[in-house]
T-cell receptor, first 109, second 118 residues
Framework: AQRVTQPEKLLSVFKGAPVELKCNYS??????LFWYVQYSRQRLQLLLR??SRESIKGFTADLNKGETSFHLKKPFAQEEDSAMYYC???????????FGAGTILRVKS | DTGVSQDPRHKITKRGQNVTFRCDPI?????LYWYRQTLGQGPEFLTY????????KSRLLSDRFSAERPKGSFSTLEIQRTEQGDSAMYLC????????????????FGNGTRLTVT
């Protein structure tokens, strides 16, 4: 079965430190991977989509098919990055996402 | 706000009662999804529509759950004979499948309806 694993429930870093939120997936085909973010009291929103190959708010993520990973990285964390981050997988061109359990990122000043 | 809207935001009901939630998607979106999220978990797929057709239902969607999108616009999710295990956040999302393309636009989520069954 398709599965997305986010091994850390909470990641706490200091402002200005590098951030890496881990995401591993299991799927035998060619998935499409996403990162969604939920800021406090806001709705879930798209942060990154791997096919877009964009950097959003300083975040990047590279799909590593050999390691079945899609880790989210940012070189210098900011306090406004504090949020819940979900990694998600689609097996059908962006349809029907399968989500991981999420990682809370806390950026301390 | 032209995003996805869900109503109500919160619903408290007694076990055994029926509840109905409504979702209004982004107007030009032809796909509509229902997800359920419990504490400490990510959203879990329940079902989705393309226009008015319900194309897939998850095994999570028991016979007590029914979803409709009668005119291809808003959708309702009804839960009959609610159980305490139904307590969760119910999220609606919408997207656009571009004509002539296989690719879905990114899912846009609503704020959700939080259901508490006592």
């Amino acid at each position: 079965a398709q599965r997305v694993t986010q091994p850390e429930k909470l990641l706490s870093v200091f402002k200005g430190a590098p951030v890496e939120l881990k995401c591993n997936y299991s799927y035998s085909g060619s998935p499409e991977l996403f990162w969604y973010v939920q800021y406090s009291r806001q709705r879930l929103q798209l942060l990154l989509r791997h096919i877009s190959r964009e950097s959003i708010k300083g975040f990047t993520a590279d799909l590593n098919k050999g390691e079945t990973s899609f880790h989210l990285k940012k070189p210098f964390a900011q306090e406004e990055d504090s949020a819940m981050y979900y990694c998600a997988l689609s097996m059908e061109y962006g349809n029907k996402l399968v989500f991981g359990a999420g990682t809370i990122l806390r950026v301390k000043s | 706000d032209t995003g996805v809207s869900q109503d109500p935001r919160h619903k408290i009901t007694k076990r055994g009662q029926n509840v109905t939630f409504r979702c209004d998607p982004i107007s030009e979106h032809n796909r509509l999804y229902w997800y359920r999220q419990t504490l400490g978990q990510g959203p879990e797929f329940l079902t989705y529509f393309q226009n008015e057709a319900q194309l897939e239902k998850s095994r999570l969607l028991s016979d007590r759950f029914s979803a409709e999108r009668p005119k291809g616009s808003f959708s309702t999710l009804e839960i009959q004979r609610t159980e305490q295990g139904d307590s969760a956040m119910y999220l609606c999302a919408s997207s656009q499948l571009r004509q002539g393309s296989s690719y879905n636009s990114p899912l846009h989520f609503g704020n959700g309806t939080r259901l508490t069954v006592t």
